[in-house]
């Protein structure tokens, strides 16, 4: 039986009170699996993203992760134990993206870790090759482009291995051959075991790439949760949500 690493009941959030984000949110995530929310633009989709990384907290319901109920209250939930396992790529990869090289960005993570300085510059140097980032490593990752910066983000969140990968419309203003080069690698990354869970509006992706898909409603709730083919064969629930 597969293991479920995320449970999620009756879960809601409002940045204030007359303005609810996410509206009873029933979900579990299974260990391993591709799991894409399709939405319109502001579904819940980022703020549903937001929970599951453990940045904000419910303000209703029950969230568990890794058999821990996830609360502001819980020492567990914001701590190093939970936070290693979950790694968050950014919309906006300025968001996430401070120091002042690349090479620093990769290997931020890493000293956090305190590994040892022989084997943090080997982790870091085989990541910067396997990312193709050598040629950037001193680059200051302002001057980088869109697509250059998405690739030092997910090096930088990929290299301390978490168990979870979040992303955020990863694909948003990449040119074709990036996005084809981040699914690839998104693929690789699931098949070694990380769980991913991906926010996105673009059905492409839906169908071509999720194990399940979750369809978040405009009400800010889920209107369905199906394997890909059973959701594209339904256009009248993809008009109701506003995807096509």
Same mark, same amino acid.
Request: hydrophobic residues 40%; contains cysteine; negative net charge.
């Given at each position: 039986m597969?293991?479920?690493?995320?449970s999620?009941?009756?879960?809601s959030?409002n940045y204030?009170?007359?303005?609810?984000v996410?509206?009873n949110?029933?979900?579990?995530?299974?260990?391993?699996?591709k799991l894409?929310?399709? !939405?319109?633009? !502001?579904?819940?989709?980022?703020?549903?993203?937001?929970?599951?990384?453990g940045?904000? +907290?419910?303000?209703g319901?029950?969230?568990?992760?890794?058999?821990?109920i996830i609360?502001?209250?819980?020492?567990y939930?914001?701590?190093?134990?939970?936070?290693?396992?979950? *790694? +968050?790529?950014?919309?906006?990869?300025?968001?996430q993206?401070?120091c002042?090289?690349?090479?620093d960005?990769?290997?931020?993570?890493?000293l956090?870790?305190?590994?040892?300085?022989?084997v943090l510059?080997?982790?870091?140097?085989?990541t910067?090759?396997? +990312?193709?980032?050598?040629?950037?490593?001193?680059?200051?990752?302002?001057?980088l482009? *869109?697509g250059?910066?998405?690739?030092?983000a997910?090096?930088?969140?990929?290299?301390y291995?978490?168990?979870?990968?979040l992303?955020?419309e990863?694909?948003?203003?990449?040119?074709?051959r990036?996005k084809?080069?981040?699914l690839?690698?998104l693929?690789?990354?699931n098949?070694k !075991?990380?769980?991913?869970?991906?926010a996105?509006?673009?059905?492409?992706? *839906?169908?071509? +790439?999720?194990d399940?898909?979750?369809?978040m409603?405009?009400?800010h709730?889920?209107?369905?949760?199906?394997?890909?083919?059973?959701?594209?064969a339904?256009n009248?629930?993809?008009?109701?949500?506003?995807?096509?």
């Amino acid at each position: 039986m597969a293991e479920i690493i995320y449970s999620l009941k009756r879960v809601s959030y409002n940045y204030m009170e007359s303005m609810p984000v996410l509206s009873n949110i029933d979900l579990s995530i299974v260990r391993g699996e591709k799991l894409v929310i399709l !939405g319109a633009n !502001g579904c819940g989709k980022s703020t549903l993203l937001k929970l599951l990384d453990g940045l904000i +907290f419910p303000a209703g319901g029950e969230m568990k992760t890794f058999q821990h109920i996830i609360s502001e209250l819980d020492p567990y939930s914001t701590g190093y134990e939970f936070r290693k396992k979950i *790694g +968050f790529i950014f919309q906006d990869s300025d968001t996430q993206l401070f120091c002042p090289s690349v090479l620093d960005e990769v290997a931020f993570a890493p000293l956090q870790m305190g590994l040892e300085r022989d084997v943090l510059e080997k982790k870091v140097a085989a990541t910067l090759k396997d +990312f193709e980032l050598e040629e950037l490593s001193d680059r200051p990752p302002y001057r980088l482009s *869109g697509g250059e910066k998405k690739k030092v983000a997910l090096a930088a969140v990929t290299i301390y291995n978490p168990e979870v990968l979040l992303l955020d419309e990863p694909t948003n203003s990449l040119d074709p051959r990036t996005k084809k080069w981040l699914l690839n690698r998104l693929e690789e990354i699931n098949q070694k !075991g990380t769980t991913i869970v991906m926010a996105t509006h673009d059905l492409d992706i *839906g169908r071509n +790439f999720a194990d399940r898909i979750v369809v978040m409603n405009e009400q800010h709730g889920i209107e369905a949760i199906a394997r890909p083919e059973e959701i594209f064969a339904n256009n009248r629930l993809l008009a109701e949500v506003n995807l096509i």
